[in-house]
């Protein structure tokens, strides 16, 4: 039976969503402390894997059949140096020192950053293998994935849809549309920050609250052996075509309720 | 049915060597597989899965990877680099063959039979304890076997550098023999032979095999 709850992961996972400290509405990782109040969430803004891992490969060797990890694979190329020489390098006042390490970087690591991502995965899967512990995972991006879905079994399950996917898709299709035409010619890449900045006052960790509460069910529905269900879709109008600051009354009618 | 076999590796598969006897992978050549052998002296980890990555999605249940897994520490980038790539990719490091020995399993769930050898099994996560009929990992370290091979007496005063002209691949011909033996017995289901030890007098002796 599962005792203690290990959260590792980027933004999707952060607790610490706004400067007051309290979200606006109750999250995935809320409801997990609820039902496991050992719940531990290393979740943090902007970090990948690597960040991530660094914890995690202390934790391994302590893991057993009373874990559970959930785990948010972040994109790969989200390099967390380890050394404070590479840390002054990116500082942001260094901004060509940056651009050096940054270039070091995916000159020497390219392959092993491209295809990082194979390597975390695999290794938590062995995990749940060697420790028996469970483990949950969802991809910021399904495209970095090697093992995807074909592995699942009682203690190791990767979500099929990415938390990418159902960040975008939770907006009504008339808004997505006009956030494309809108940001024509941005990249991918463009849009997604601007929508992470837009989160920042609004959407918990980018989902609604009705996505916070379906990603608890997903999570507990892997541990009980029940039904995970999929993220709902189309429920959420967006904040970003009024005007953005300040009154969160303007937003009233943000949420769609099917 | 196995019909080709990837080697991926190090100083323990390089065919470069001057081949004074017979290798374990020439005799996988010899039993019939197409045996493509990626092994480089001097490379590690991540020079073999720079190649992997790359042919991964070509493997099924036709194929069988030999992987040497090297010491984790052994970054392949430019030496001016080295230091500060170690530095920076610390843990990355550190724990890197836990990583790779984990996608190599996850392979041999989804496409092809792997069999794993480790330089030291000490950088190994799972070790043994995940073998089955589609991956193996030998439970004992190449270096530990290149060393167990000297007869006794001889095992502190010998450097590997003797094997330039003497020991292919750091292994006599016996362990070769062996080698090539646990590989297909894997293949084949059948006894996985361990390897021999005090057999090797070294080289500067006129008889140096020694054969029990």
Known sequence: MIKRVTIYGDSFAEPQWNDTGENTHPTWYGRLKDRWPTTVNYGKAGSGPMYSFKQFYQDLPKLNYEDLIVFVISWPDRICWDSEAADQMRAPARSKEEAMAKKFTTDTFRDETVYGNWKYESLLYTASRIQKCKIFIWHTCMEETYIKTSLNDDNFYVHNESLEEACSNEYVEEQRRADKKESEGWTEKDRRERREAFDLGHRVNHLTEMNHEVMYKQIVGFVDGREIPKFLKNVYKGTYNKEMHGNLDLFHDEFVYD | ?212
């Open chain 2, 1 to 212: 049915m196995i019909k080709r076999v990837t080697i991926y590796g190090d100083s323990f598969a390089d065919p470069q060597w001057d081949n004074v006897h017979p290798t374990w992978y020439g005799l996988l050549k010899d039993e019939g597989y197409k045996v493509t052998n990626l092994g480089k002296s001097g490379s590690g980890p991540m020079y073999s899965f720079k190649h992997l990555y790359r042919n991964i999605s070509k493997y099924n249940n036709d194929d069988l990877l030999v992987v040497i897994i090297s010491g984790a520490p052994r970054l392949d980038v430019e030496e001016k680099d080295y230091r500060l790539a170690f530095e920076m990719f610390k843990d990355e490091t550190i724990y890197g063959n836990w990583k790779y020995e984990s996608l190599l399993y996850a392979l041999s769930r989804q496409q092809c039979k792997v069999f794993a050898y480790f330089l030291s099994v000490e950088e190994s996560y799972f070790k043994t304890s995940l073998n089955d009929d589609r991956y193996f990992c030998f439970s004992k370290g190449l270096v530990d076997v290149s060393w167990d091979e000297y007869v006794e007496e001889e095992r502190l005063i010998h450097e590997a550098s003797d094997d330039l002209n003497y020991r292919i691949n750091h292994l006599s011909e016996v362990n070769h023999e062996i080698m090539y033996k646990q590989v297909t017995g894997f293949v084949d289901g059948n006894e996985i032979p361990k390897f021999l030890k005090n057999v090797y007098r070294g080289t500067y002796k006129k008889d140096e095999f020694v054969y029990d």
